[in-house]
């Protein structure tokens, strides 16, 4: 249903569009070429930790490096924009929340998601970024992306009024220091 949904949508949009699923087996005969002959990769959320994990079993976390130093825009939701970052917050592991540390690491920065929608989300990014856990990072509302060229941060993108980014790192005190920072509305 949801890529029958994501082909509806880019059929709507005008986008040609091609997915790649790795299990039960991978539906492309050249995962690496296919990925490579994108503009735009987008992944959906889910489990970060199972896709992390699918992506090494078949060699896809490499092909995802490879794409991105080629120029291919990398994107997603949820799982799929920690996936982007050196680790963030995941209930892949069970309903309580716990910290995942072996993201791409493609940007420097950890990942906050669903930082207004889940309550437990944002005091506990805040906490595994002060103690160390985690490295400083971006943190997003529901409907807020955060654009990078390369590594360095652009600008945050919202989809919705009044949702917003922020930077959360450690201050000097050992205390965090959350930034909330301005975005700009698509369409």
Do not use: K, M, N
């Given at each position: 249903m949801i890529v029958r949904d994501f082909y509806d949508m880019a059929q709507e949009a005008g986008f040609h569009a091609s997915h790649v699923q790795l299990f039960p087996m991978p539906n492309v005969e050249d995962v690496r070429a296919h990925l490579l002959a994108q503009d735009v990769i987008w992944v959906w959320g889910g489990s970060v930790a199972g896709l992390l994990a699918m992506w090494e079993l078949h060699g896809v976390d490499d092909i995802m490096r490879e794409a991105?130093?080629?120029?291919?825009?990398?994107?997603?939701?949820?799982?799929?924009?920690?996936?982007?970052?050196?680790?963030?917050?995941?209930?892949?592991?069970?309903?309580e929340l716990r910290p995942i540390t072996n993201g791409l690491g493609l940007v420097p920065w950890s990942n906050g998601v669903h930082y207004d929608s889940e309550e437990q989300r944002r005091p506990l990014f805040q906490k595994l970024v002060g103690d160390g856990v985690l490295a400083p990072g971006y943190a997003t509302?529901?409907?807020?992306?955060?654009?990078?060229?390369?590594?360095?941060?652009v600008e945050a993108l919202t989809e919705v009024d009044g949702k917003a980014a922020y930077f959360v790192e450690r201050a000097d005190d050992g205390g965090v220091v959350e930034t909330r920072l301005e975005t700009r509305r698509l369409r």
């Open positions: 991105w130093q080629a120029g291919v825009v990398l994107t997603g939701v949820s799982a799929g924009s920690i996936c982007w970052h050196t680790g963030g917050t995941t209930d892949s592991f069970g309903p509302d529901d409907g807020v992306g955060v654009l990078y060229r390369g590594t360095e941060f």
